[in-house]
T-cell receptor, first 115, second 113 residues
Framework: DTGVSQDPRHKITKRGQNVTFRCDPI?????LYWYRQTLGQGPEFLTY????????KSRLLSDRFSAERPKGSFSTLEIQRTEQGDSAMYLC?????????????FGSGTRLTVV | SQELEQSPQSLIVQEGKNLTINCTSS?????LYWYKQKYGEGLIFLMM?????EEKSHEKITAKLDEKKQQSSLHITASQPSHAGIYLC?????????????FGTGTRLKVLA
């Protein structure tokens, strides 16, 4: 297993366009998380899944944001009608409910720039 | 809601010097995690602390959780340029039925060769 993979690594989009990011977690991890990080800040929680169920969503996740994890494997995060304020690093992480002493494993992130 | 405050916000040290980064929680910590992030990259897990007074070490990095479980420190001995990056503390709150982490704002470390 090569860890948590995120695609794409970088995305530049025009304001108003829709974008979709993909995250492939570690295969035996049943929990998957999305975070957003802006420059100079720590990661902010967006949402998390246990298997295919989306168990919690942050108030940061406006109606323009939607996340899915069909079949409890990979996940997608879609942002509709992007705004300049959406420019950030979007981080995905995964963990196992059976291995709680090892923290999350993070992907390398997708850097979104809205112009 | 729980908040994590890190200090200092940034640090520049000469290679070979020791340094300490602090993380203070507004509430009792159930699990405290230290991560390192290189600029523009994802986070790399360093250590997890759970018990009051617990101390863990990995290579030249030592992390401690105080007895009251509201403050943690990360100490680097004989710093090297490879230690440069952003150090983040994170905390979970599973006792409240949630498995998400919250993070501090990070400490940016630069090591001068």
């Amino acid at each position: 297993d090569t860890g948590v993979s995120q695609d794409p690594r970088h995305k530049i989009t025009k304001r108003g366009q829709n974008v979709t990011f993909r995250c492939d977690p570690i295969s035996e991890h049943n929990r998957l998380y999305w975070y957003r990080q802006t420059l100079g800040q720590g990661p902010e929680f967006l949402t998390y899944f246990q298997n295919e169920a989306q168990l919690e969503k942050s108030r940061l996740l406006s109606d323009r944001f939607s996340a899915e994890r069909p079949k409890g494997s990979f996940s997608t995060l879609e942002i509709q009608r992007t705004e300049q304020g959406d420019s950030a690093m979007y981080l995905c992480a995964s963990s196992s409910s059976r291995l709680t002493n090892y923290g999350y494993t993070f992907g390398s992130g997708t850097r979104l720039t809205v112009v | 809601s729980q908040e994590l405050e890190q200090s200092p916000q940034s640090l520049i040290v000469q290679e070979g010097k020791n340094l300490t980064i602090n993380c203070t929680s507004s509430k009792t910590l159930y699990g405290l995690y230290w991560y390192k992030q290189k600029y523009g990259e994802g986070l790399i897990f360093l250590m997890m602390l759970q018990k009051g007074g617990e101390e863990k070490s990995h290579e030249k990095i030592t992390a401690k959780l105080d007895e009251k479980k509201q403050q943690s420190s990360l100490h680097i001995t004989a710093s090297q340029p490879s230690h440069a990056g952003i150090y983040l503390c994170g905390a979970d709150n599973w006792a409240s039925g949630t498995y998400k982490y919250i993070f501090g704002t990070g400490t940016r470390l630069k090591v001068l060769a």
